[in-house]
């Protein structure tokens, strides 16, 4: 995977997140059948700063706890941007590390 961020944003890092997912099917007094879904999301606070990531995917691992809760457990990555000028005070800006900025006069207004 490869990181590309928007305009006027640079990447920041890759962090390795594990996501777990509780279903639970929920059946009303009318026969009607819906489902609540949790999802929890934590950091392992393993960050890589390179754009360009590879590995090998694991598996997710569904467990079936009864007809109405089952539990997936897996792991993914976020990729986290800055800005690429924070601004410091008013018509102050600074550029963050590893990030370069092109400046330009700017376009007269259009009417």
Excluded: C
Excluded at 2 to 21: K, M, Q, R, S, Y
Excluded at 97 to 104: I, L, M, P, Q
């Amino acid at each position: 995977m490869v990181a590309i961020p928007d305009p006027g944003f640079a990447f920041n890092t890759w962090e390795w997140l594990d996501v777990f997912i509780k279903t639970t099917r929920i059946t009303n007094n009318t026969g009607a059948i819906s489902s609540n879904i949790e999802k929890t999301v934590t950091s392992n606070k393993q960050f890589f700063t390179t754009p360009e990531l590879r590995f090998i995917v694991r598996p997710v691992f569904e467990t079936v706890h009864s007809d109405v809760l089952s539990t997936a457990s897996m792991y993914g990555w976020q990729a986290n941007f800055g800005r690429v000028r924070e601004p410091v005070e008013p018509d102050v800006y600074r550029t963050i590390s590893g990030a370069s900025v092109e400046e330009g006069a700017a376009s007269p207004p259009r009417n």
